[in-house]
């Protein structure tokens, strides 16, 4: 050891530390988010750790690059001078970095289930309420002494080893033998940099080996996954592209009157509706209403009666899909019919394109409200609601008398009773859409609550049925319960019966519960997957249960159809009661990243493809192996070729209507 230069061996002693550091950190991803009932295969581990670590020594190395080139210079050397305090605080700082996006990849990862990237930069659009969902919801006190307690030990210990090897005797090495060990260095720190011995280096999709979603999350390196993501962000649409797919689209959305040269996507229905005067239309986004949570769905803990009620007496949709994870996508895909393309930022949060043509604007002679318990401004829905809907009556913290109790505004139940105390003075037909948020961190309940009484309910039980702790199950509980509320007022104040109610999830919630369906545990399903309810007993008749697969997308065009009968359909959605569609129904997916992966449910089967053209796979939803790929299997090409096809299109034609579907006048 002794004949190795000092600054090779300070180097080398910081990133040994420094790696048996980030392993540890790696280790603790996988501990705290590895499912029991579905657990990452013991290869698939071993291959993200050694992944990992390569992930991790390119890190390491980038940040000792400087000291590298920088320490040899007499002055500018890390163990004699006043250089040697400047190098410490460097080292110490960008480790502490380190450690801090460790922190947030942790948090990231348990609220959203994927590794952290570059889309982590929307919510500080939106900084006053994300502040206040992360101090109410993290350790952020505990987390800072951490952090100072750990600048503090890493000072210490790169000053004992600084003084270690300054005490050290200092070898005395020919010119050839200095000139071989930089060499030798630089020729390490190189492979070490590309990451492999191969034509390409080292990349971020290499962490996405696996077709088990929690792989990934296990082998990223967050800091280097976070800055690989802020690339590509600005990509809008390709019309060639979409030109390429329109015949397909023509195909799919039922258009009769196609016009290629302007790219014309709007289908001009003329039917009489299919219900008889001008009900009302309640649409109720539910926050995280994951489907595998319910009782609809057969999780034995009962947790949602009063949903399940009303699903027994209306139309239940027992495979509907939202397009991708996140609230403000949702919202903005159930306003609009687009699923939402942006691979950063939501498209709700994109200045260019929030004027959007929406079928609630329509619904000519209605009065028109949304109830939020917290601020519009929020994702920029306001301006998604009310640049687009003529009339809208918007009502958020604020227009409540009640108090707020968190981050997300008023509860559930007081929105709920809110609401019914505007809508039952309306005199003429409404269109009122109710949002909720009460089923979210940091999983606040009122004390106003009666009738509701918290349960008590064994930690493993309730992980074995899909839920993380307690006070999600009982946020859970809460949330139905308050539907109970909202349907006891609408029939107290007399406009139940004439009023069409809807009822989905925004998104589903990645989790346990090993009453789950393989597919949805395996392929990330479970996420997507929310129940669809539409309910007016008087108007629709018995209720029943609906197979066929449907998507947030089709909502608006269904309730045009059920309640309208003539209107202008610009969605790429369609009418759930439609007959010429039945035999082509599906489900289009998007999880949003700079490469985003695309899907497609329908036909039995779950096609997924990169936008890139790459990942390619074919899944069997009703198979007891269903992360089986089947994309090379011969007697599936026809299928795969035909579900790649109307990806692409729907993919392709989201990303120009976005920019194209100007708003209700147009």
Do not use: C
Request: proline content about 7%; aromatic content about 14%.
């Amino acid at each position: 050891m002794n004949k190795i230069p000092p600054l090779l061996r300070f180097t080398g002693a910081l990133a040994v530390v420094w790696l048996a550091g980030l392993t540890l950190l790696r280790a603790g991803v996988w501990l705290a988010f590895d499912e029991p009932s579905d657990p990452l295969p013991a290869g698939d581990l071993l291959r993200a750790f050694y992944l990992g670590a390569k992930f991790d020594l390119r890190l390491v190395l980038i940040i000792l690059l400087p000291l590298l080139v920088l320490g040899p210079w007499r002055r500018l050397h890390p163990l004699r001078g006043a250089a040697a305090a400047w190098w410490r605080r460097w080292l110490t700082a960008a480790m502490t970095g380190v450690l801090f996006t460790w922190f947030v990849h942790y948090g990231f990862y348990g609220y959203l289930h994927r590794p952290l990237d570059a889309t982590i930069l929307r919510f500080f659009d939106n900084p006053l309420i994300s502040a206040g969902m992360v101090w109410q919801t993290y350790p952020v006190v505990w987390g800072t002494l951490a952090l100072a307690l750990f600048a503090w030990l890493h000072a210490r210990l790169v000053r004992r080893l600084q003084a270690r090897l300054a005490a050290a005797p200092v070898p005395v090495l020919r010119r050839r033998t200095r000139a071989a060990w930089s060499a030798g260095t630089a020729v390490l720190v190189l492979l070490g940099l590309y990451g492999q011995l191969a034509w390409y280096p080292l990349r971020w999709s290499n962490a996405y080996f696996s077709t088990h979603y929690f792989a990934a999350a296990v082998t990223v390196n967050p800091v280097l996954h976070f800055f690989d993501t802020l690339k590509n962000r600005r990509v809008t649409f390709d019309k060639a592209a979409t030109a390429r797919h329109y015949d397909t689209m023509v195909e799919f959305l039922g258009i009769d009157e196609p016009d290629r040269a302007r790219l014309d996507f709007t289908r001009r229905v003329d039917a009489p509706p299919r219900l008889p005067g001008r009900p009302n239309v309640v649409v109720v986004i539910l926050e995280s209403f994951a489907a595998y949570k319910t009782g609809l769905y057969g999780n034995p803990l009962d947790p949602t009666p009063h949903f399940d009620a009303v699903a027994r007496e209306g139309i239940y949709f027992d495979n509907f899909f939202v397009p991708q994870p996140g609230t403000a996508r949702s919202v903005f895909t159930f306003i609009t019919g687009i699923p939402d393309p942006e691979r950063i930022k939501t498209a709700s949060r994109n200045p260019l394109v929030v004027e959007q043509h929406t079928l609630v604007a329509d619904f000519d002679g209605y009065e028109k409200f949304y109830f939020l318990g917290g601020s519009a401004n929020w994702g920029n829905i306001r301006g998604v609601l009310a640049a687009n809907i003529p009339g809208l009556r918007i009502f958020e913290e604020g227009s409540y008398d009640y108090p707020r109790q968190d981050v997300w505004g008023i509860a559930d139940h007081h929105l709920f009773l809110a609401a019914d105390a505007v809508l039952a003075r309306t005199r003429r037909p409404f269109f009122a859409i109710i949002q909720t948020s009460g089923n979210h961190r940091p999983y606040t309940i009122p004390d106003d609550r009666p009738g509701f009484e918290l349960a008590r309910r064994d930690e493993a039980e309730l992980r074995r049925y899909g839920f993380q702790s307690l006070a999600e199950y009982n946020a859970f509980r809460y949330m139905d319960y308050s539907i109970g509320v909202l349907m006891e007022a609408a029939r107290r104040s007399g406009w139940y019966d004439d009023t069409v109610f809807v009822f989905f999830g925004d998104h589903g919630l990645p989790g346990p519960g090993e009453h789950r369906r393989p597919a949805d545990a395996q392929l990330g399903l479970d996420a997507l997957r929310v129940p669809f309810v539409i309910h007016a007993p008087r108007l629709l008749g018995p209720g029943r249960v609906e197979h066929k697969v449907a998507s947030e997308l089709d909502v608006l065009p269904t309730l045009a159809g059920l309640i309208l009968g003539r209107y202008r359909n610009t969605t790429l959605g369609r009418d759930l009661f439609d007959p010429r569609f039945d035999d082509s129904r599906y489900a289009f997916t998007i999880l949003n990243s700079p490469n985003p992966q695309l899907g497609l449910i329908g036909e039995g089967h779950y096609f997924r493809i990169r936008a890139d053209g790459s990942d390619r796979h074919l899944h069997r939803l009703d198979s007891d192996e269903p992360r089986r790929d089947l994309i090379d299997d011969p007697r599936q090409a026809v299928r795969a070729a035909r579900m790649e096809e109307l990806t692409r299109a729907i993919y392709e034609t989201a990303r120009y209507m976005l920019y194209n579907n100007k708003g209700a006048g147009s």
